[in-house]
């Protein structure tokens, strides 16, 4: 069987038993660097961060425009569990949630930088023991 093909400007007749193969490359992952996981494991934990205090801050937006916090309040009051005024809009005010968020968010990007440092540490340990991890790639 032959093919025809129109390649830019210029006509190409290719035999379909001559056709190029996939090339495969077997590759093993074998060391990681610490330090480069490090990296990228702080840049990504900020942006997380970051998207976690946004989000945060538009729930609570949100929460304040439909009036959840006053419905709660409201419920708190008929029930006779009012003890001088609760009102939880001023208990979980909008600076008091951003603040604790952010508070979080600090502990999280410590807390994950740490352990991804760790793992990739612990990888290089077994993969000198095993051999890594095998990879074929292919070029389809």
């Not at 129109?6 to 038993?17: H, P």
């Not at 001559?18 to 494991?41: C, E, F, I, N």
């Amino acid at each position: 069987e032959i093919r025809l093909s129109l390649v830019g400007s210029e006509m190409c007749i290719r035999d379909s038993r001559s056709a190029p193969r996939a090339r495969r490359m077997s590759l093993s992952l074998t060391r990681v660097d610490a330090w480069s996981v490090a990296k990228v494991t702080f840049m990504l934990s900020i942006a997380v961060a970051i998207i976690q205090v946004v989000a945060s801050a538009i729930v609570w937006v949100l929460l304040d425009v439909v009036g959840v916090f006053s419905q709660i309040t409201q419920i708190v009051s008929s029930t006779g569990l009012d003890a001088g005024g609760f009102d939880l809009k001023n208990v979980l005010s909008l600076t008091t949630v951003v603040s604790g968020v952010t508070i979080f968010s600090i502990v999280e990007v410590v807390i994950f930088t740490l352990l991804a440092t760790i793992a990739a540490l612990i990888y290089n340990v077994v993969s000198s023991l095993v051999g890594g991890v095998h990879v074929t790639l292919g070029d389809d």
